[in-house]
């Protein structure tokens, strides 16, 4: 599912984004960022970010990369192994920087374990984007389920302007 989308069209595969959620750093409390109350992704140009090795965080780092690089730098970057979706929020930052979805439900336990502080990223394409990849020839038996999601997106959207 992390193959590039071209090679997912070859394989027959359908691709199509599902779901954006928010990027946020999350640095130390005594880290120079931990006073802001949001970030932009230049704010990160010169901040070294936490890159987790593992086959479930590929596609994202390969996300944050993609937003950098659209915000004009190269991310600097500290690898370390993953060992489970627990360890992204589990993982002290010691002086760099994590960048996590927003609504990942450990972030509000790692504030007060690793002494930590959570800055939502507010720039348009601060998202990680995860899609629904099926076979095409399921497609009329999915239908369904993506008219589902389909409605979903659109109400959500539209509860998004309402507020805004």
Same mark, same amino acid.
């Given at each position: 599912?992390? &193959?590039?989308?071209?090679? &997912?069209?070859?394989?027959?595969?359908?691709?199509?984004?599902?779901?954006?959620?928010q990027f946020v750093a999350v640095v130390d409390r005594d880290h120079p960022l931990a006073e802001r109350a949001e970030l932009h992704m230049?704010?990160?140009?010169?901040?070294t970010l936490i890159q987790f090795i593992d086959e479930y965080s590929v596609s994202g780092w390969r996300r944050i990369e993609q937003v950098c690089r659209a915000h004009g730098?190269?991310?600097?970057?500290?690898?370390?192994l993953g060992r489970a979706v627990t360890s992204y929020a589990t993982t002290a930052p010691e002086g760099g920087v994590l960048i996590?979805?927003?609504? &990942?439900?450990?972030?509000?336990?790692?504030?007060?374990?690793?002494?930590?502080?959570?800055?939502?990223?507010?720039?348009?394409?601060?998202?990680?984007i995860?899609?629904?990849?099926y076979k095409r020839e399921n497609e009329e038996r999915l239908r369904p389920l993506l008219d589902a999601l389909e409605e979903s997106r659109e109400?959500?959207?539209?509860?998004?302007?309402?507020?805004?």
């Amino acid at each position: 599912a992390f &193959l590039e989308e071209h090679a &997912l069209a070859e394989r027959g595969l359908v691709f199509q984004p599902l779901v954006q959620t928010q990027f946020v750093a999350v640095v130390d409390r005594d880290h120079p960022l931990a006073e802001r109350a949001e970030l932009h992704m230049e704010d990160l140009a010169d901040e070294t970010l936490i890159q987790f090795i593992d086959e479930y965080s590929v596609s994202g780092w390969r996300r944050i990369e993609q937003v950098c690089r659209a915000h004009g730098f190269e991310p600097r970057k500290r690898p370390i192994l993953g060992r489970a979706v627990t360890s992204y929020a589990t993982t002290a930052p010691e002086g760099g920087v994590l960048i996590l979805q927003k609504d &990942l439900r450990q972030l509000k336990f790692l504030g007060d374990v690793n002494q930590t502080v959570s800055i939502p990223l507010v720039d348009e394409d601060a998202h990680f984007i995860i899609y629904c990849i099926y076979k095409r020839e399921n497609e009329e038996r999915l239908r369904p389920l993506l008219d589902a999601l389909e409605e979903s997106r659109e109400i959500i959207m539209r509860h998004r302007r309402d507020e805004g």
